[in-house]
């Protein structure tokens, strides 16, 4: 049972490049979550859906885009990237109160 | 946005000692949380308290819900190496139809052995 799992683990892009984060859960769970958290902060909702064809914005969506085809996956892009948005990214899924988040994937826009 | 202050920022103690942390809030919230971030991994849920005043433990933890709502604390006891990590508080407020998380800034936590 893998939970949640995010790809890849690891990237450095380009100002201005694109590239889409993976998230998928094998829990069954309706609600999932796009985190980012910054050094010595907390973490910051980007995104969530709570369900199938359903997203809403989080406390800061700009520079993000997500879809939810499917319960299982739910993909965070990013357009045009900016160094602002060097971070590591959390997906999570569960109810707010019980989340269960993946291992992360640690973003570098140069 | 709504913020938390999450404190102390970090703290560096011997193998054995107990620890406490300790997070408030201007506002009020109906869940406190405690999750625990090991390096390059996700936060793990330790605690969950749901209403003002319970105390609730988890082995050598123990958080509280504070009485006024609007802070919570966590303590452990005896601390072993393995307890190293960021512990992370978060508010939440759960209404029907409606739910925000605000998390904190984070514990960094390191005990020497």
């Known amino acids: 049972n893998a939970g949640v799992t995010q790809t890849p683990k690891f990237r450095i892009l380009k100002i201005g490049q694109s590239m889409t984060l993976q998230c998928a859960q094998d829990m069954n769970h309706n609600y999932m979550y796009w985190y980012r958290q910054d050094p010595g902060m907390g973490l910051k909702l980007i995104y969530y859906?709570?369900?199938?064809?359903?997203?809403d914005k989080g406390e800061v969506p700009n520079g993000y885009n997500v879809s939810r085809s499917t319960t299982e996956d739910f993909p965070l892009r990013l357009e045009l990237a900016a160094p602002s948005q060097t971070s590591v990214y959390f997906c999570?899924?569960?109810?707010?109160?019980?989340?269960?988040f993946g291992s992360g994937t640690q973003l570098s826009v140069l | 946005g709504q913020q938390l202050n999450q404190s102390p920022q970090s703290m560096f103690i011997q193998e054995g000692e107990d620890v406490s942390m300790n997070c408030t809030s201007s506002s009020i919230f109906n869940t406190w949380l405690w999750y625990k971030q090991e390096p390059g991994e996700g936060p793990v849920l330790l605690i969950a308290l749901y209403k003002a005043g319970e105390l609730t433990s988890n082995g050598r933890l123990t958080a509280q819900f504070g009485i006024t709502r609007k802070d919570s604390f966590l303590n452990i006891s005896a601390s072993i190496p393995s307890d190293v990590g960021i512990y992370f508080c978060?508010?939440?407020?759960?209404?029907?139809?409606?739910?925000?998380?605000?998390f904190g800034k984070g514990t960094k936590l390191t005990v020497n052995p």
């Open positions: 859906s709570v369900g199938a064809g359903i997203t």
């Open positions: 999570a899924t569960g109810r707010a109160e019980k989340l269960f």
């Open positions: 978060a508010g939440g407020l759960f209404v029907v139809g409606s739910e925000k998380l605000v």
